[in-house]
């Protein structure tokens, strides 16, 4: 018999690629990761890992034994479901996970929300940027994670996971009040190719928004200045640094102190955000609700 156990160990490790980084993620040593993958193998009756200098990788045999894993903990997740929903009432916690922007956007809104409609559910708000909060999701580190669409992010289609559209938003370019495109009604990303720029740090979801945008533009963008503050790249913009593409909502309210704000020319850059829990757990009646609120607020 196959423990539930250490399938979600054995996903872990394929998540994360490395026993180290699997075992502080689910709060184990490494050496209790590696027992409970032994133990899954004699269990199994086949090699489920092969380690090398770079990590771990899956046998085949474990890629099978990984595909049927999506399906039981999606299973496990419905199960949990149901007998929540039985008993009466809806009370308990639920943690949301977000970036700040969505925070701000989407997030404290539902807050609101759900204040009105599901007073019984309490919910814990973290602070993380997308990519980070669905590897939280799939660690259970976090219930819900409002995430952003990036290059390597799990897809719709992905067996782990259940997204909920919220929005899509496009980036506006922020450049100096001496540039020469400042008067400009909207900016051609591809007459910015000569400037230095401004941007979040690489693994962010905005960089890979800002670097496709300007590779579809036909450049590679001289990032010359990094923070994940958006604030800050204003600031820098405004300062004579260089020029950024930055998400509307994030403009919004902002005191941009002499930097100059613009549409971008032809198909802007989008973010495009989501809601994504464990798949089989969105029927929760916990997480439903907060589902629901979060669309709500999203409008």
Known sequence: MIEARRLHI????????????????LYLTPSAVSQQLSA??????????????????????????LAHTHAVLAQLERAEAELAAYRTGASGTVTVT???????????PA??????????????????????????????????????????????????LTRVPLYAEPFDAVLPPGHALAGAPRVPLADLAADPWIGP???????DVVV???????FQPPIEHLSDDF?????????????????????????LDGAVVRPVDGVAPTRRVF????????EHPLIRPVLEALGKAAG
């Open 10 to 25: 054995l996903r872990a490790v394929a998540d994360h690629g490395t026993v180290t980084a699997a075992a502080a993620a």
């Open 40 to 65: 899954l193998e004699q269990e199994t009756g086949h090699r489920l890992v092969e380690r090398g200098a770079r990590g771990v990788r899956l046998t085949p045999p474990g890629e099978i034994l």
């Open 98 to 108: 977000s970036f700040a922007t969505g925070i701000n956007l989407v997030v404290a």
């Open 111 to 160: 807050l609101a929300v759900l204040a009105g409609t599901a007073p019984g559910i309490r919910v814990r708000v973290r602070d993380a940027e997308g990519d980070a909060s669905l590897r939280m999701v799939l660690d259970r580190r976090t219930d819900v994670a409002v995430a952003v669409e990036y290059r390597g992010a799990p897809g719709a289609d992905d067996p782990r």
């Open 201 to 207: 740090f690489p693994g962010n979801p905005c960089h």
């Open 212 to 218: 496709l945008a300007c590779e579809h533009a036909g």
């Open 231 to 255: 604030r800050a790249v204003v600031a820098l913009a405004a300062a004579g640094a260089g020029v950024a593409l930055v998400p509307r909502s994030a403009l919004r309210g902002m005191d």
């Open 275 to 282: 809601a994504a829990v464990r798949c089989g757990a969105e």
